[in-house]
Nanobody
Framework: QVHLVESGGGLVQAGGSLRISCAASGNMFGIHTMGWYRQRPGKQRELVATITKYAGDTNYADSVKGRFTISRDNAKNTMNLQMDGLKPDDTGTYYC????????????WGQGTQVTVSS
């Protein structure tokens, strides 16, 4: 079992920056990929960015490439998402996720943190 807690959400003006974090606790064994997803108003949950736990390989949604940066600290079991150049369309609830390599393995979600970008 892995427990994930997000923090750092809030209200920011368009063009501004925000950094959200995810703290993981519990059994870290078998985690392969960590990531951020978001659910914008009226839309389905979507991938924002992922990073592999050991190699640090990253993947970004096209809509955030060049603006968002994902990072992790394995020693502290934390993951961050630095968001720059925020747009009102980035408004939503951001969820932390960890999963095993295999789709038949496990996936865990945090409770989400709200990010609101005003125009």
């Amino acid at each position: 079992q892995v427990h994930l807690v997000e923090s750092g959400g809030g209200l920011v003006q368009a063009g501004g920056s925000l950094r959200i974090s995810c703290a993981a606790s519990g059994n870290m064994f078998g985690i392969h990929t960590m990531g951020w997803y978001r659910q914008r108003p009226g839309k389905q949950r979507e991938l924002v960015a992922t990073i592999t736990k050991y190699a640090g390989d990253t993947n970004y949604a096209d809509s955030v490439k060049g603006r968002f940066t994902i990072s992790r600290d394995n020693a502290k079991n934390t993951m961050n998402l630095q968001m720059d150049g925020l747009k009102p369309d980035d408004t939503g609830t951001y969820y932390c996720n960890v999963r095993s390599y295999s789709a038949e393995g496990f996936t865990y979600w945090g409770q989400g943190t709200q990010v609101t970008v005003s125009s």
